[in-house]
């Protein structure tokens, strides 16, 4: 597809996701947050469990919880359906727009397996992931909330590594997140919804809901609740190179979630009037620790031997960036410079000299794929320049 074309495209989907992703979370939140903040009424009235008084937007609402369902179904229900499966089928469509049909660039990695291979390990996280995790839902681990959620993040863990060990670490990390993000997607359309409409047919035939449907919605329902937080990490990791670009990249990310799902929790339980102090303090101590660990080694202080002279460092940068990173871009697929990163000119190279370090010499996340082919002797060549002051002799 034109390169042009494939980049509209790919913006305008990214934005569909984004803002069907936003209406989805808020809505799962507001619920989640309804749910907890629901207290008996004030005056008891027959099969009615809570009640919740809001103000929002200048409207005064008054929420009420049935035990199980009413009596009578209204004419109109509000459905919560097409947030989830709009997040999800604007997802999957840019993993195909961005990691299949451009797997060699942005899928593959430095294990450096053929395009097809990577597509395939792709497609089996993705439906490999909730088929372990609905079997995990059936077994007696899900009636232990506690070590569901140690199983759970250990199979996080696991996953994160394996991942960066077989696909670029961009797409590692976006995996992970997809991996997540599609369980709570097929949670909504396998078991939350068809436990919500079995309840609603059955009260228009005059029969009885099932309690227990609600029950195994609800237990699917605050499992996204917790995913929530780790996935929408995954989404934008992909631009913190520090995090992604590092040797321990799997760590650092189930670091972050164990520290997303964690925060979450803090919600869960301040909602319930259980308040943990302890727990948004760790997370902050975690973050500060992650970064402490992520912390790339500081160059050595250069010494007279430093002989990387800017003559051979413009060449590397001509030959192994600027084929994307440039006001022309020769890459084919690289219509305009990524990110308006430019190094045509010895200025342009000097102001972004800090830069390089991150990407191309403590990490190897550019050239990105490695598409141009640049050698660990040029890498070393540029950690030179830049230690000894990335100066433009
Ligand atoms: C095949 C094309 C290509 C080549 C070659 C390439 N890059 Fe990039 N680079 C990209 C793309 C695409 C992005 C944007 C990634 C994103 O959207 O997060 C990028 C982003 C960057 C960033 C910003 C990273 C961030 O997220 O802040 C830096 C810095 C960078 N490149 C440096 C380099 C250097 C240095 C080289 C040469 C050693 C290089 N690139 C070679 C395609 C390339």
Redo the contacts with the bound molecule.
């Keep these: 597809m034109d390169a042009h074309l494939l980049q509209w495209l790919n913006l305008g989907v990214r934005w569909l996701h984004v803002i069907a992703g936003i209406a989805w979370i808020g809505a799962s939140f507001y619920f989640n947050w309804l749910n907890s903040a629901i207290a008996p009424p004030e005056r008891a009235e027959p099969g009615i469990a809570g009640e919740v008084w809001s103000v929002h937007g200048g409207g005064f609402y008054r929420t009420v919880k049935y035990g199980v369902a009413p009596a009578r179904l209204p004419t109109t229900l509000h459905w919560f359906i097409w947030e989830a499966y709009t997040t999800w089928l604007s997802g999957v469509t840019l993993l195909i727009l961005v990691y299949y049909l451009q797997a060699k ?1 942005f899928l593959v990695g430095p294990a450096g397996l053929s395009p097809a291979a990577a597509i395939a390990i792709s497609i089996s996280t993705l439906v490999g992931a909730n088929v372990i995790y609905d079997a995990l839902c059936r077994s007696p681990l899900a009636k232990n909330p506690g070590a569901f959620a140690l199983v759970g993040l250990s199979l996080v863990a696991a996953l994160a590594w394996g991942l960066t060990q077989v696909l670029s670490p961009r797409a590692a990390y976006i995996h992970v997140g997809a991996a997540l993000g599609g369980i709570m997607a097929v949670n909504v359309s396998r078991v939350i919804i068809p436990s919500q409409r079995r309840m609603v047919r059955a009260m228009r035939e005059g029969r009885e809901p099932d309690p227990a449907l609600g029950k195994q919605a609800a237990l699917r329902s605050l499992h996204n609740n917790y995913f929530t937080l780790p996935v929408v990490f995954t989404m934008i990791g ?2 913190y ?1 520090a995090t992604y670009g590092h040797s321990l990249n799997w760590f650092i990310l189930f670091g972050l979630a164990v520290i997303g799902a964690g925060t979450r929790h803090y919600f869960n339980r301040r909602n319930q009037g259980r308040n943990n102090v302890w727990i948004l303090p760790a997370a902050a101590i975690g973050m500060v620790a992650l970064a402490l660990v992520s912390r790339p080694k500081a160059l050595p202080a250069p010494s007279a031997a430093d002989d990387a002279s800017f003559a051979a460092v413009r060449v590397v ?1 001509a030959q ?2 600027a ?3 440039s006001s022309k871009p020769t ?1 084919p697929g ?1 219509p305009t410079a ?2 308006g ?1 430019v190094l045509d000119t010895p200025e342009e190279i000097q102001a ?1 000299a800090s ?2 370090d991150a ?2 010499v403590s990490a190897q996340t ?4 490695n ?2 082919e ?1 050698t660990d002797e040029e890498r070393a060549l540029l950690g030179r320049w830049i230690r000894a002051g990335a100066q433009l002799r």
């Excluded at 550019?366 to 794929?369: D, F, S």
């Design positions: 660039t992909g631009h190179p940068i192994r960036c084929p994307c990173h890459n690289v990524p990110q990163l972004q830069r390089f990407v191309a550019m050239p990105l794929g598409v141009t640049m």
